[in-house]
């Protein structure tokens, strides 16, 4: 079955880094768009960044420019550095599999951001 695995939150500074991880299995990984959300306390998740399998990306506003997406498909996995965090990217973060007919998700990684 499909399974994806996050790693790679914790507690930065404003001003760190961090990089995401996600391990897909179950699925053809190298033909499926894969996304990263986030939902911080109180709030609607929402779209961080995606990718398509011909490595097109797509970034919310609010990151564009500190996030980048990337993917490798010998490993099925995604990633997500994250440089220049603030305090507003605390949230869980999920990664994303659409599939036809269903959307799978990861169980989510929190990220906290301290000023």
């Known amino acids: 079955q499909v399974q994806l695995v996050e790693s790679g939150g914790g507690l930065v500074q404003a001003g760190g880094s961090l990089r995401l991880s996600c391990a897909a299995s179950g699925f053809r990984f190298s033909t499926n768009t894969m996304a990263w959300y986030r939902q911080a306390q109180g709030k609607q998740r929402e779209l961080v960044a995606l990718i398509t399998n011909d490595v097109k990306t797509r970034y919310a506003d609010s990151v564009t420019g500190r996030i980048t997406i990337y993917r490798d498909n010998a490993r099925n996995t995604v990633y997500m550095q994250m440089d220049s965090l603030k305090p507003e990217d605390t949230a869980v973060y999920y990664c994303?599999?659409?599939?036809?007919?269903?959307?799978?998700w990861g169980k989510g990684t929190q990220v906290t951001v301290s000023s």
């Open positions: 994303n599999a659409p599939r036809p007919g269903r959307n799978y």
